[in-house]
C-alpha cells in the first residue's frame, strides 16, 4: 500500500479459537467483528474475543470494529483460564504478586529480552514490588525495555504477571517524566538462548489452547457490509483529522482522514462507498 499509495480498505482476518469453522476472511475495514465472527461458528454460546494472539491480544466485544492492524481473532470460552488471567486487575496482579512470588527466577530465564542482552530482570522487578518502591533507577527502568510478550507469566509456577507489573511500573515512571536509561546498542547475546526458547507446542499446552490448533481456510466471499465504523486512531502517534463531513457522499478509497502535518500518524480511507452518517471522536460512521 506504502510502496504503491494505495488506500487499505480490505484486511485478512483469521477467526479461530473455540470454532467449528477456523477461517480467514477478507473483509473491509470498520467491519462489525460480531459478522464476521459468525462465520466460524462459535462452539459454546458465551464466549470471549482477543484482538490478536493469545499472549499480546486485548479483549474485545462484539461490536469492535476492523482496524488496518486487525490480523486475527481469538474466541475463547468465557470460563479459560487465559480470560481470567487477562481480565485480571491491575490492583489483583499487584497483590498476588507480592504475596506469592518466590524468586525462582524462571520469568528471567526464558525472557526473549533478557536472552537478547537486555538490561531486563523481571524476577527483580517482581522483589522491587515487595517493598511497592518506586524508585527509578536501573531495575525498575527495565521496564521500559519490556515487550509485553507474556512469556513470563507463561513460565511462572505461581500464575503470577511480571509483565503486569512492568507495565504498572513504566506506567508510573512515564508520569514522573521519567525515560529509559538503557540505551546501549552493544549488546551480548546469552549463550544459552538456544536452549532457553521456549517451544511453540509446549506453550499452546501451557496455555490451554492446543485442541485449537487447527488448520484455516480462506472464507469463499469477501465481507463488505452496508455500513461500516471506521476507527479514526489506527496508528501509533496522533488520529489523523476527518476531511469528510456528516452527510458527505464517498467512494471506496476516497481520503476520509488525514494525517496532521509534522506529525507522526496515518491517513483513512473509505472502505466502502455511501454517505458519511456521523463522526465522533472515536469513528467516522459510513452507510
Same mark, same amino acid.
Given at each position: ?38 462465520? *466460524? ?18 479483549? #474485545? ?14 474466541? $475463547?470460552?468465557?470460563?479459560?483460564? $487465559?480470560? *481470567?488471567?487477562?481480565?485480571?486487575? %491491575?490492583?489483583? %496482579? ?25 538490561? #531486563? =530482570? ?10 511497592? &518502591?518506586?524508585? =527509578?533507577?536501573? #531495575? ?46 552493544? $549488546? ?19 496455555? /490451554? ?7 484455516? &481456510? ?28 456528516? /452527510? &458527505? ?5 476516497? $481520503?476520509? *482522514?488525514? %494525517?496532521?502535518?509534522?506529525?507522526? &500518524?496515518?491517513?483513512?480511507? %473509505?472502505? #466502502? ?15
Amino acid at each position: 500500500a506504502v510502496e504503491k499509495g494505495q488506500p487499505v480498505t480490505r484486511k485478512n482476518v483469521t477467526v479461530t479459537g473455540d470454532v467449528a469453522n477456523p477461517v480467514i476472511v477478507r473483509c473491509a475495514v470498520g467491519a462489525c467483528v460480531a459478522d464476521i465472527v459468525k462465520l *466460524a461458528k462459535p462452539r459454546k454460546q458465551h464466549y470471549t474475543l482477543l484482538n490478536g494472539g493469545p499472549m499480546m491480544g486485548d479483549i #474485545i466485544n462484539d461490536d469492535f470494529c476492523v482496524t488496518k492492524t486487525t490480523g486475527a481473532i481469538l474466541v $475463547l470460552p468465557s470460563d479459560s483460564s $487465559l480470560v *481470567a488471567k487477562k481480565t485480571r486487575t %491491575a490492583t489483583v %496482579a499487584m497483590r498476588r504478586a507480592k504475596s506469592i512470588c518466590e524468586q525462582c527466577m524462571d520469568c528471567t530465564l526464558v525472557c526473549p529480552r533478557n536472552l537478547l542482552g537486555h538490561r #531486563i =530482570f523481571p524476577h527483580k522487578i517482581m522483589r522491587m514490588n515487595f517493598f511497592a &518502591s518506586g524508585e =527509578f533507577n536501573e #531495575i525498575s527502568s527495565g521496564s521500559f525495555l519490556c515487550s509485553q510478550c507474556g512469556l513470563c507469566e507463561v513460565a511462572c509456577p505461581q500464575d503470577l504477571s511480571p509483565k503486569r507489573v512492568f507495565r504498572d511500573v513504566k506506567e508510573n515512571l512515564v508520569k514522573k517524566g521519567h525515560k529509559n536509561m538503557h540505551t546501549s546498542s552493544q $549488546l551480548s547475546v546469552h549463550s544459552e538462548r538456544a536452549l532457553r526458547q521456549f517451544p511453540a507446542q509446549r506453550l499452546l499446552q501451557r496455555i /490451554g489452547l492446543a485442541e485449537f490448533d487447527k488448520p484455516v &481456510s480462506f472464507h469463499p466471499e469477501e465481507l463488505a457490509p452496508a455500513k461500516v465504523k471506521i476507527a479514526l486512531c489506527q496508528n501509533v502517534g496522533s488520529a489523523p483529522l476527518p476531511v469528510v463531513k456528516a /452527510g &458527505s457522499e464517498v467512494k471506496e478509497g476516497e $481520503l476520509i *482522514a488525514k %494525517a496532521p502535518e509534522k506529525a507522526l &500518524s496515518a491517513n483513512l480511507h %473509505a472502505s #466502502i462507498p455511501g454517505t458519511v452518517v456521523k463522526i465522533d471522536e472515536k469513528y467516522i460512521y459510513i452507510a
